[in-house]
Nanobody
Framework: QLVESGGGLVQIGGSLRLSCAAS????????IAWFRQAEGKRREGVAY???????TYRDSVKGRFTISRDPANHTVYLQMNSLKSEDTAVYYC???????????????????WGQGTQVTVSS
């Protein structure tokens, strides 16, 4: 099970930190991604972190977003800075037990999904 939190309303240029708490599976052996889905658009991969803490990001968030994980607390974070209106979306975390770095942004490789948390960036 994955549970996201930390979403909300923020002004353009502001920051938010999302959390994804995991339970009921061996978190330390799973690779975790954040996805987002804006209204009327397809869900897209935002960031990915593997069990060794290697990370990758979609181009539009590089330098602004940081994904990290805390194995002791079974939690993955997404620190989002310099937020833009186009970052507005529902954000989901997802977990996979496989090594899919080359396909990290493909929804089909993920075994578990959270329910999502809304992020709204407004002027």
């Amino acid at each position: 099970q994955l549970v996201e939190s930390g979403g909300g309303l923020v002004q353009i240029g502001g920051s938010l930190r999302l959390s994804c708490a995991a339970s009921d599976f061996p978190f330390k052996n799973y690779n975790i991604a954040w996805f987002r889905q804006a209204e009327g658009k397809r869900r897209e991969g935002v960031a990915y972190i593997d069990e060794n803490r290697s990370t990758t990001y979609r181009d539009s968030v590089k330098g602004r977003f940081t994904i990290s994980r805390d194995p002791a607390n079974h939690t993955v974070y997404l620190q989002m800075n310099s937020l833009k209106s186009e970052d507005t979306a529902v954000y989901y975390c997802a977990a996979t037990g496989g090594d899919y770095l080359s396909f990290w942004d493909r929804e089909i490789v993920y075994d578990y999904w959270g329910q999502g948390t809304q992020v709204t960036v407004s002027s």
